[in-house]
Protein backbone atom coordinates (compact mmCIF):
# COMPACT_ATOMS: atom_id res chain seq x y z
CA UNK A 1 0.00 0.00 0.00
CA UNK A 2 1.30 3.57 -0.98
CA UNK A 3 0.06 6.77 0.13
CA UNK A 4 0.23 10.00 -1.96
CA UNK A 5 -0.05 13.47 -0.73
CA UNK A 6 0.25 16.50 -2.78
CA UNK A 7 0.65 19.62 -2.29
CA UNK A 8 2.24 22.98 -3.94
CA UNK A 9 -1.07 24.15 -5.94
CA UNK A 10 -2.88 27.35 -5.74
CA UNK A 11 -4.12 30.44 -7.61
CA UNK A 12 -1.22 31.63 -10.17
CA UNK A 13 -1.44 34.72 -12.84
CA UNK A 14 -0.29 33.51 -16.65
CA UNK A 15 2.87 33.33 -17.08
CA UNK A 16 3.88 31.82 -13.80
CA UNK A 17 5.45 28.74 -11.99
CA UNK A 18 3.98 26.62 -9.49
CA UNK A 19 6.20 23.42 -7.91
CA UNK A 20 3.66 20.82 -7.18
CA UNK A 21 5.07 18.30 -4.93
CA UNK A 22 4.16 14.77 -4.22
CA UNK A 23 5.09 12.82 -0.65
CA UNK A 24 4.99 9.28 -0.42
CA UNK A 25 4.70 6.99 2.68
CA UNK A 26 3.67 3.18 2.93
CA UNK A 27 5.94 0.62 0.51
CA UNK A 28 9.43 1.18 -0.80
CA UNK A 29 9.04 4.39 -2.93
CA UNK A 30 12.06 3.63 -5.21
CA UNK A 31 9.71 0.38 -6.72
CA UNK A 32 7.36 2.45 -7.92
CA UNK A 33 6.97 4.81 -11.54
CA UNK A 34 5.33 7.73 -10.75
CA UNK A 35 3.35 10.09 -12.97
CA UNK A 36 0.96 13.25 -12.79
CA UNK A 37 -2.33 13.71 -14.54
CA UNK A 38 -4.34 16.10 -14.52
CA UNK A 39 -8.18 17.09 -14.87
CA UNK A 40 -10.70 19.51 -15.93
CA UNK A 41 -14.73 18.57 -15.44
CA UNK A 42 -16.33 16.85 -18.03
CA UNK A 43 -12.85 15.72 -19.46
CA UNK A 44 -10.67 12.68 -19.15
CA UNK A 45 -7.81 12.72 -16.99
CA UNK A 46 -4.95 13.62 -19.05
CA UNK A 47 -1.27 12.17 -18.30
CA UNK A 48 1.07 15.44 -18.01
CA UNK A 49 4.31 13.16 -16.89
CA UNK A 50 5.95 10.38 -16.28
CA UNK A 51 8.91 9.49 -14.53
CA UNK A 52 11.12 6.18 -13.81
CA UNK A 53 11.73 4.32 -10.96
CA UNK A 54 15.36 5.78 -11.28
CA UNK A 55 14.43 8.70 -12.71
CA UNK A 56 16.85 8.34 -15.51
CA UNK A 57 13.32 8.06 -17.66
CA UNK A 58 11.13 10.96 -18.01
CA UNK A 59 8.74 11.95 -20.20
CA UNK A 60 6.44 15.03 -21.00
CA UNK A 61 2.81 15.65 -22.59
CA UNK A 62 3.25 17.45 -25.70
CA UNK A 63 0.76 19.96 -24.18
CA UNK A 64 3.00 20.80 -21.69
CA UNK A 65 6.55 20.15 -23.28
CA UNK A 66 8.94 22.69 -22.82
CA UNK A 67 7.14 23.97 -19.81
CA UNK A 68 6.86 21.27 -17.35
CA UNK A 69 9.77 19.22 -15.87
CA UNK A 70 8.88 15.98 -14.09
CA UNK A 71 12.14 14.87 -11.10
CA UNK A 72 11.85 13.25 -7.69
CA UNK A 73 13.84 12.79 -4.98
CA UNK A 74 13.95 9.21 -3.31
CA UNK A 75 15.36 10.05 -0.60
CA UNK A 76 12.96 12.31 0.22
CA UNK A 77 10.12 9.67 -0.80
CA UNK A 78 8.64 12.98 -3.23
CA UNK A 79 8.04 13.29 -6.72
CA UNK A 80 7.77 17.32 -8.26
CA UNK A 81 6.17 18.67 -10.97
CA UNK A 82 7.85 22.30 -12.21
CA UNK A 83 5.26 24.31 -13.99
CA UNK A 84 6.85 26.81 -15.81
CA UNK A 85 4.75 29.39 -18.63
CA UNK A 86 1.81 28.65 -16.96
CA UNK A 87 -1.67 29.49 -18.79
CA UNK A 88 -5.49 29.33 -18.12
CA UNK A 89 -5.68 26.30 -19.95
CA UNK A 90 -3.75 24.45 -17.25
CA UNK A 91 -6.48 24.78 -14.96
CA UNK A 92 -7.21 21.74 -13.59
CA UNK A 93 -7.31 19.03 -10.70
CA UNK A 94 -3.39 17.95 -10.14
CA UNK A 95 -3.21 14.01 -9.46
CA UNK A 96 0.23 12.08 -8.34
CA UNK A 97 0.48 8.44 -9.73
CA UNK A 98 1.96 5.57 -8.91
CA UNK A 99 2.67 2.47 -11.09
CA UNK A 100 4.73 -0.73 -10.95
CA UNK A 101 5.99 0.28 -14.55
CA UNK A 102 6.25 3.98 -16.37
CA UNK A 103 2.87 5.43 -16.26
CA UNK A 104 1.46 5.90 -19.88
CA UNK A 105 -2.46 5.33 -19.08
CA UNK A 106 -4.81 6.01 -16.28
CA UNK A 107 -5.49 1.92 -16.25
CA UNK A 108 -1.81 1.84 -15.42
CA UNK A 109 -2.06 3.44 -11.95
CA UNK A 110 -2.06 1.25 -9.08
CA UNK A 111 -2.47 4.37 -6.34
CA UNK A 112 -3.66 8.04 -6.73
CA UNK A 113 -3.39 10.88 -4.70
CA UNK A 114 -6.31 12.91 -3.70
CA UNK A 115 -5.45 15.83 -5.89
CA UNK A 116 -4.49 19.27 -5.91
CA UNK A 117 -6.41 22.54 -7.72
CA UNK A 118 -3.78 24.82 -10.08
CA UNK A 119 -5.51 27.43 -11.18
CA UNK A 120 -4.10 29.74 -13.40
CA UNK A 121 -5.55 33.44 -13.86
CA UNK A 122 -5.67 35.73 -17.58
Known amino acids: QVQLVESGGGLVQSGGSLRLSCAAS????????MGWFRQVPGKERELVASISQSGGYTAIADSVKGRFTISRDNAKRTVYLQMNSLKPEDTAIYYC???????????????WGQGTQVTVSS
Open 97 to 111: AASSAVVTAQYEVAY
Open 26 to 33: GRAFTTYA
